[in-house]
């Protein structure tokens, strides 16, 4: 059974404080599909301290925050994607797509090359 071929998973580095790479990106689609930082967190094994501190991150690294989370209270909290946390996912997802497209030829060359284990 051939292994499959090698992806890419992309880092962008805005400057010495900011980046926005595979976790974050994981994160805000974990956010976006559950509704919660809480079960965000849980779905990513990590905890919400964690979570926060990089949601907090990603809504300092641009000019809009890109989660937007409300308090618990009696039908409890959440948290979205806002606009710009959509597009800021569109955007990483696409340059992605486009990166592995561009480099198949290399990453499956690389593939080949892999020790098998």
Same mark, same amino acid.
């Given at each position: 059974m051939p292994s499959p071929t090698a992806t890419?998973?992309? %880092?962008m580095i805005f400057d010495s404080r900011h980046?926005?790479?595979?976790?974050?990106? &994981?994160?805000?689609?974990?956010?976006? &599909? $559950?509704?919660?930082?809480? =079960?965000?967190?849980? $779905? /990513?094994? /990590?905890?919400?301290?964690?979570?926060?501190?990089?949601?907090? &991150?990603?809504?300092?690294?641009?000019?809009?925050?890109?989660?937007?989370?409300?308090?618990?209270?009696?039908?409890?909290?959440? =948290?979205?994607? $806002?606009?710009?946390?959509?597009?800021?996912?569109?955007?990483? %997802? +696409?340059?992605?797509?486009?990166?592995?497209? +561009?480099?198949?030829?290399?990453?499956?060359?690389? $593939?080949?090359?892999?020790?098998?284990?």
């Open positions: 890419l998973r992309l %880092r980046a926005i790479g595979p976790g974050k990106i &994981d994160l805000l689609e974990a956010l976006r &599909d $559950t509704g919660s930082i809480t =079960a965000a967190a849980r $779905t /990513m094994r /990590m905890s919400y301290k964690r979570a926060w501190q990089l949601i907090d &991150d990603l809504n300092h690294s641009f000019a809009e925050p890109l989660v937007a989370a409300s308090k618990g209270g009696e039908h409890g909290g959440g =948290a979205e994607l $806002t606009d710009t946390g959509r597009r800021v996912l569109e955007i990483y %997802r +696409s340059i992605e797509r486009k990166a592995q497209k +561009s480099f198949a030829v290399e990453l499956r060359q690389l $593939t080949r090359l892999r020790a098998r284990s």
